[in-house]
């Protein structure tokens, strides 16, 4: 009785989960959709052509060929449901491209199951994990402009600490870096692998495929603005824009259409040093917003 009860839970508790996720009816790891990063998160996730720092493994792999010197970042998002995403990436030169690596986690919460004696047991609801590592060149020795770059992830989720699953997937991405100045251009395909699979059923994975492009142009000294437009699976429309005072602080905004929960979002940053914290929010309706807090840390600044 208890094991039907169990998964029993772990079927609606899917289902809540996808209703808050905005994506009820697709497919599974919808970890794998999560944003990350604060900065990322603000700019409406327009992102694939935009982007510079390390939380790019996870939207184009090829942006990881313009990171300078190692570096570090952390996130913490605490959402509705009671739902927290926490995150840890790293990337650094290495040989002739640069080399990252992340850990990006979902903790559910708790769920209180009631026997049919009277009493009751605790569980975690949800407890995601996904690591991933990617490489990426810049050829513009060959082809001027270019940037390759790829990643490989693995997977494991556990529902009600008894159903488990594990998946493996790659992604690829192209930046290029046009003549014009400040005007890029980014293409990826994500999440290219096996199912998830609970007990016997298996759920594939979110694939996604992103096309975007970036301009940024300078505003007058210490003054920068780029902005971001992207589609994504060729349905979505993402629109990201961020303005730089002095290189110090950071005001940003999206939009995200054909999303009914998370479509504007807005944020900030400061950096200091080498230090630099990022801040956003997400409007969820009637649901409430979804808080990120980044910090980032450029060892080699």
């Known amino acids: 009785m208890r094991k039907y009860q169990l998964l029993i839970a772990a079927i609606l508790l899917l289902n809540a989960h996808a209703v808050w996720a905005n994506d009820f009816g697709s497919s599974a790891a919808r970890i794998l959709k999560q944003a990350v990063g604060a900065r990322t998160f603000a700019v409406g996730e327009a992102y694939c052509a935009m982007a510079d720092d390390v939380q790019v493994l996870h939207y184009n792999p090829a942006g990881l060929a313009v990171i300078p010197s190692a570096e570090i970042s952390l996130m913490y998002i605490h959402s509705i449901l009671d739902i927290y995403y926490g995150y840890a990436g790293y990337a650094q030169p290495a040989g002739p491209g640069v080399i990252a690596g992340s850990i990006l986690t979902l903790q559910g919460g708790d769920i209180e199951i009631n026997n049919a004696d009277g009493t009751s047991d605790t569980f975690k609801a949800q407890q995601d994990y996904v690591f991933t590592v990617g490489y990426a060149l810049d050829i513009t020795q060959f082809v001027p402009g270019l940037l390759l770059g790829i990643a490989g992830k693995a997977i494991t989720s556990t529902l009600l600490e008894e159903y488990s699953a594990q998946a493996f997937a790659g992604d690829v991405g192209v930046i290029y870096k046009s003549p014009v100045k400040g005007l890029s251009f980014g293409v990826a395909a994500q999440n290219i692998g096996t199912q998830l699979t609970y007990l016997e059923y298996g759920d594939p994975l979110p694939f ?77 309706g009637d649901l409430g917003m979804n808080h990120y807090i980044s910090l980032t840390v450029i060892t080699g600044k």
């Open 208 to 284: 996604t495929s992103r096309i975007g492009s970036a301009y940024g142009m300078e505003l007058g000294e210490g003054h920068y603005l780029i902005g971001a437009i992207e589609m994504v699976n060729t349905k979505n429309v993402h629109l990201g824009l961020e303005y730089e005072l002095g290189g110090i602080f950071f005001a940003r905004g999206g939009y995200k259409q054909g999303y009914d929960l998370d479509n504007v979002t807005f944020g900030a940053g400061f950096k200091i040093n080498i230090i630099q914290l990022d801040y956003a929010l997400g409007l969820k």
